[in-house]
Nanobody, 126 residues
């Protein structure tokens, strides 16, 4: 059973950095591509970044490209999201998710991710 647990959120000033972690207590999510999504108050959940199962290919939303880095080091049952140069508009609850549906849909397609963590709050002050 895959259970995803996010950590690393918090309060940071604009321009600062945070690193989010997503651990799988079931130790099976190595089979899946993984993604990070976020949801700000009053807004829909949106794609942030994704990484293939092998870790060889990554994908980013335009709004975070060049500032955020997703990774999944070999032999670690954890996916990371390094967030640099944070902006107030990055404030949201961040969720990691496992892409359990294999399809030709874009990696940003939320519906292909069927396993979700509980989320971690990121707040960026101006």
């Amino acid at each position: 059973q895959v259970q995803l647990v996010e950590s690393g959120g918090g309060l940071v000033q604009a321009g600062g950095s945070l690193r989010l972690s997503c651990a799988d207590s079931g130790r099976t999510f190595s089979r899946y591509a993984m993604g990070w999504f976020r949801q700000a108050p009053g807004k829909e959940r949106e794609f942030v970044a994704a990484i293939r199962r092998s870790g060889s290919t990554t994908y980013y939303a335009d709004s975070v490209k060049g500032r955020f880095t997703i990774s999944r080091p070999n032999a670690q049952n954890t996916v990371y999201l390094q967030m640099n140069n944070l902006k107030p508009e990055d404030t949201a609850v961040y969720y990691c998710a496992a892409r359990t549906i294999i399809s030709g849909a874009p990696m940003a397609s939320l519906g292909e991710y069927r396993l979700w963590g509980q989320g971690t709050q990121v707040t960026v002050s101006s």
